[in-house]
């Protein structure tokens, strides 16, 4: 851990924050949670102070008394609560108040990004852990990682869906990595299992793919480390091409576009080895001059699929830019900020120009950043305003390893459209995450909502389902995103050998540096000793099942307002192409949860179907079906810790028009000081291996 950024935090919590505090709580104890909107401003206040202040100081140990936070109230996870759109709108006010000076309210976002970093790094004491994530809930820093303005009485609120519709909904989707080497080892049989249970309209149905276009060569100065992860790259170490290299991956890939897959994505982790100065697939950098070739290779492969009527929509030309994976422990290639724009315009050129008439439909996704708060916004100004111009890019990609709370991805979403005027902004894909730990432990008593960040743990049960179902709710309806992927369909990351420990693929544990929550469904890591072949199923994949099965591709969303929901759940309102309206609840409490909720214009409708999954259940269809009244009302329990999906029709409805709500466009916000790029580009170095495992 850098002890300068131990010092920043020092810094602010010591000498700067701590009579903020001290003020904070006699303005707590007098106004309740209402007055949190005005203590964000003078949160903003105080990261203004600290700016550029880490490269001033030299580093120092911190000594802090966990005492100088007081414990929060629990009553105030339930009552007083400020809102999302209340704290959302403050900080919107804040940023139109300090843009007129020429500022802008990132230093809110900047500074909570600290806060997260620290509050979950497990080289900090435990102590100095517990004062961090208790500053975070008494600042109302995570507005509904832990509160969220929803219903006092939610018997006496009837739940309605806004008649306003928003995006149009594209694809649930997994990647086709690493898994694919691992497969090969099964038998044949097994291996069209895995299609079934991925694709087919029985099991998961996944609308969205990613395959992995390879980047090692078969003699590389260097190998991925970790056997499986290095991916065969068509183009060998010597430049020559190999077209039956990677026969893992592409028998997944067709097995993905033969069941009807309506999204496919080619992402790619690194340029191949061949192309790089080092000739490895991993730790590297893509210069300027090595884009053409780079672009070059992967129009070629593209043109190769499309001669084997193999059909790609979108390719994304980097992973993950800003890690280099110099330990090599997956393949990786670090692509600057500066060159993004160009790989995707060189891109776009040489995909419009081919003569290949399969190419000319593909799109371009990127650039696949790591964070939101220390990366995406601070970064995408570089790029992305360059790449809308030159219309090379047909949607954004991005991922949530810093996994951002709602009031971070309500700024996200307005930073993308500012950064995209004068033109509308582009279609928005969370298109991976994994490996993060439960809302467990510490954080449980404060109604944590969310997962903590990247970290050793396997727990296949509700609990984790749950923390994907609500990341899913975030970026459908903070975001507007059109795809969500999980990052890798099938894992080996399971702590143990079920043949040899019956029971343990069903048990939680965060005691071993193996276990990862990264799969949907797992294999027996000790498979080529034990034979066996089985795949060991997680609540996630039932909990994704609801949104692959019922908001399919052509889905339009509609907005179900927090405040008519009971706490700790959220909700999810969409009509599908056939008409048919779906709503999938996820509750998070330990409690049943009675709701009553009305059909779209309050007329006449019938429930066709419901699904609930719980700890108990996989994916159990509810019976009776609830009949709805006259007036368009109808009951129904939400299962306590558990995903419940409805599904019903409305007389007089017609198939959704596809057509998304428009965006609000306002000024785009001036680029980070170059003293926190420093910093931030210096706090990245060191934790450059942190998403590895």
Request: with cysteine; charged share 20%; proline share 6%.
């Amino acid at each position: 851990m850098r002890l300068d950024f131990l010092f920043i935090t020092y810094l602010i919590t010591k000498t700067i924050a701590s009579p903020f505090i001290s003020n904070l709580a006699d303005k707590s104890n007098t106004t309740g949670y209402q007055a949190i909107p005005a203590l964000s401003r003078e949160l903003i206040q105080i990261s203004e102070n600290v700016e550029g202040a880490h490269s001033r100081y030299s580093p120092r140990a911190i000594d802090i008394d966990v005492t100088q936070f007081p414990i929060p109230p629990l009553e105030a996870v339930t009552t007083e609560v400020v809102g999302n759109a209340a704290i959302w709108q403050e900080a919107v006010g804040n940023d139109a108040r300090v843009n007129a000076n020429e500022g802008t309210n990132q230093y809110f976002f900047r500074l909570l990004n600290f806060f997260q970093n620290a509050e979950f790094n497990t080289s900090l004491a435990f102590e100095t852990r517990v004062l961090i994530a208790r500053g975070l809930q008494y600042l109302q820093l995570y507005p509904a990682r832990f509160d969220q303005a929803q219903a006092a009485v939610p018997a006496d609120s009837l739940v309605r869906m806004s008649p306003t519709p928003q995006q149009t909904i594209q694809s649930f989707g997994a990647s086709g990595a690493w898994w694919p080497n691992y497969l090969k080892d099964f038998p044949i049989e097994q291996q069209k299992n895995l299609s079934s249970l991925l694709f087919s309209k029985d099991w998961l149905q996944l609308s969205g793919y990613r395959y992995n276009m390879g980047a090692s060569g078969d003699k590389d100065s260097q190998a991925v480390t970790i056997p499986g992860r290095g991916v065969e790259s068509f183009m060998l170490t010597d430049t020559s091409y190999d077209w039956l290299r990677d026969r893992p991956g592409v028998y997944y890939l067709k097995a993905a576009q033969e069941a009807g897959v309506t999204s496919i994505t080619a992402f790619v982790n690194a340029m191949p080895a061949a192309l790089s100065a080092e000739k490895k697939p991993c730790g590297t950098t893509l210069t300027a001059e090595a884009i053409p070739a780079f672009v070059t290779y992967m129009t070629n492969v593209l043109s190769r699929f499309s001669e084997q009527n193999i059909r790609i929509d979108y390719i994304s030309p980097m992973n993950e830019p800003n890690n280099n994976f110099i330990a090599c422990t997956q393949e990786g290639m670090a692509v600057q900020t500066s060159e993004r724009a160009a790989v995707f315009q060189q891109l776009q050129t040489a995909l419009q120009t081919s003569t290949n008439p399969g190419l000319k439909a593909i799109k371009i996704m990127g650039d696949e950043t790591s964070q939101i708060a220390s990366e995406a916004l601070t970064e995408y100004n570089t790029w992305l305003p360059s790449a809308l111009a030159s219309k090379s890019i047909g949607a954004i990609s991005v991922h949530m390893y810093d996994w951002p709370d709602d009031t971070t991805l309500l700024n996200y979403r307005q930073f993308v459209i500012n950064q995209s005027l004068p033109n509308p902004p582009p279609a928005i894909k969370q298109t991976e995450i994994s490996s993060f730990t439960t809302a467990r432990d510490l954080w449980a008593p404060w109604g944590k909502t969310g997962g903590k960040l990247f970290g050793a743990e396997y727990d296949p049960s509700i609990h984790s389902a749950l923390d994907m179902a609500r990341f899913i709710w975030q970026w459908l309806t903070l975001v507007n995103a059109e795809s969500w992927d999980w990052w890798t369909a099938v894992s080996m990351m399971m702590p143990c050998s079920p043949s040899k420990v019956p029971g343990c693929a069903a048990t939680f544990t965060n005691t071993s540096a193996s276990a990862f929550n990264d799969g949907l469904l797992y294999i027996d890591p000790q498979y080529a000793e034990t034979k066996d072949y089985n795949f060991y199923f997680t609540k996630r994949f039932w909990a994704f099942k609801h949104f692959t099965t019922f908001l399919r591709p052509g889905a339009v969303r509609y907005d179900i307002p927090n405040e008519l929901l009971p706490y700790g759940t959220v909700a999810v309102a969409a009509q599908n192409t056939d008409s048919v309206y779906t709503t999938i609840f996820v509750n998070r409490n330990v409690t049943e949860q009675a709701i009553r909720m009305q059909l779209p214009g309050g007329g006449g409708g019938k429930v066709t179907k419901a699904v609930r999954t719980t700890d108990t259940v996989d994916f159990e269809n509810v019976a009776p079906l609830p009949v709805v009244a006259p007036d368009g009302t109808f009951g129904i329990t939400l299962p306590a810790k558990g995903v419940l999906s409805v599904q019903f029709t409305v007389e007089g409805a017609k198939a959704n028009a596809n057509t998304p709500v428009p965006v609000t466009i306002r000024r785009r916000k001036r680029a980070m000081a170059e003293g926190w790029r420093e910093f931030l580009a210096a706090y990245r170095r060191e934790q450059d291996d942190v998403l590895q495992y």
